[in-house]
Every structure is written in structure tokens, then in C-alpha cells.
């Protein structure tokens, strides 16, 4: 069983179009957050949920919309995608709100053309 | 194939050596560390953390040093194996409920 999965793994678009990631844990954890990683592997976080709230948005445009129907679920939609969005987005999870272990899905790599 | 990572510090070693990646960290009030390991086309994956209050800790095949002093965490690897090949990153906390992630390296290791 994967414990943090995303979809879709690969993800090809135009510029200007609107697209979503989507996550899922099945951990039993209260907190998950997006980080994305650039070309040159700088990971950097995005978003962070603690039980459906928003504890962190890390100055992202706000073409970027985070949605959390219920404590297992992040979902990430961007509008209007530009090319500097090309990035792999990645999900992860933790028991807490602070930080401790992530469990890190294996990614979505985005490529706007 | 990808041309991502090209600018990533690199350590190559023979198999069966040992391993010392070094980090340097930005926040002083830090008081939580973490290794991961991500494989090529996956996600990190926890290694180690450590508390400020230690300096030291061991796991398999693996252990942290963390140096308050200068800012500075290590990730030793004994017998370095082929499966160790990836990127390694550190994190810490910034205390605002936040994990900040370190510039990674790649490990190389040659059979």
C-alpha cells in the first residue's frame, strides 16, 4: 500500500491552461504539505495543512490553490501556468504539526510548454 | 535522459568506502535535523534527525553529527554501498512550523 500518492506522475501542458495534483495519505496523518523542487533539486516548501487548515503558504502566486476536502487529501490547482512552473511538485505527510519525519510521495513532474 | 542536478555538489567514492556529506545550516534557533535520501525519480526519503541537545547519533550504517557551534551537520555512511547512489539533502526547522531543506548532494558510488 503507498502510503502518500500523488496523480498524475507526469503532467504536459500548455502555457496559460489550468491543471491539478492530486494527493492522497493513508498514514492516519494530521498534517500534509507541498513542496516543489526545482531543475537543480532545491526543494523548497509551498503549502503546508494541519486538519483541513492552512498553516503555512509560503508566499506562492496566487494562481497556486490549495484545497483540502478532509485531513487525507491535498490537492493543488494552478491556474494560468507559465513556464517557470515547470517543476516536480511533491506531496508529503506528518504525524503533527510541526515537522518530524515527512513520508514524501514520489512527485508530479509538471513541463509547461 | 535529465539534465537536472548538473550543478549539484558531488561525491563519488568506491564501494566499500566510507561516505561524509556535509551540510551548512542558516538558522540558529534550529533545534530539530533531518537527513534524506532521494533515489532518481522518487521522493526523499528519511534517513536520520537529530535533537540540538545531541551532537551525535548513530542508526545503521549511519550516523548524524551536528555542530551547533559553526552551523554544521554531517551524514556518515559506513561501507558505502552501490544502493547508497542518490541525492542527499538536510533539513531543519525553523521554528515556524516549517522544514527547511539544504542544498543537496549527489553520492556516487562506484562498484
Known amino acids: 500500500d503507498t502510503a502518500v500518492s500523488q496523480t498524475p506522475k507526469y503532467l504536459v501542458t500548455q502555457m496559460g491552461n489550468d491543471k491539478s495534483i492530486k494527493c492522497e495519505q493513508n498514514l492516519g496523518h494530521d498534517t500534509m504539505y507541498w513542496y516543489k523542487q526545482d531543475s537543480k533539486k532545491f526543494l523548497k516548501i509551498m503549502f503546508s495543512y494541519n486538519n483541513k487548515e492552512l498553516i503555512i503558504n509560503e508566499t506562492v502566486p496566487n494562481r497556486f490553490s490549495p484545497k483540502s476536502p478532509d485531513k487525507a487529501h491535498l490537492n493543488l490547482h494552478i491556474n494560468s501556468l507559465e513556464l517557470g512552473d515547470s517543476a516536480v511538485y511533491f506531496c508529503a505527510s506528518s504525524q503533527g504539526r510541526l515537522t518530524g519525519e515527512l513520508f514524501f510521495g514520489e512527485g508530479s513532474r509538471l513541463t509547461v510548454l | 535522459g535529465e539534465s537536472v542536478g548538473l550543478h549539484l555538489p558531488t561525491l563519488s567514492v568506491q564501494e566499500g568506502d566510507n561516505s561524509i556529506i556535509n551540510c551548512a545550516y542558516s538558522?540558529?534557533?534550529?533545534?530539530?535535523f533531518i537527513w534524506y535520501k532521494q533515489e532518481s525519480g522518487k521522493g526523499p526519503q528519511f534517513i536520520i534527525d537529530i535533537r540540538s541537545n545531541m551532537d551525535k547519533r548513530q542508526g545503521q550504517r549511519v550516523t548524524v553529527l551536528l555542530n551547533k557551534t559553526v552551523k554544521h551537520l554531517s551524514l556518515q555512511i559506513a561501507a558505502t554501498q552501490p544502493g547508497d547512489s542518490a541525492v542527499y539533502f538536510c533539513?531543519?526547522?525553523?521554528?515556524?512550523?516549517?522544514?527547511?531543506f539544504g542544498t543537496g548532494t549527489r553520492l556516487l558510488v562506484s562498484p
Open positions: 533539513a531543519w526547522d525553523t521554528g515556524f512550523q516549517k522544514l527547511v
Open positions: 538558522n540558529s534557533a534550529s533545534d530539530y
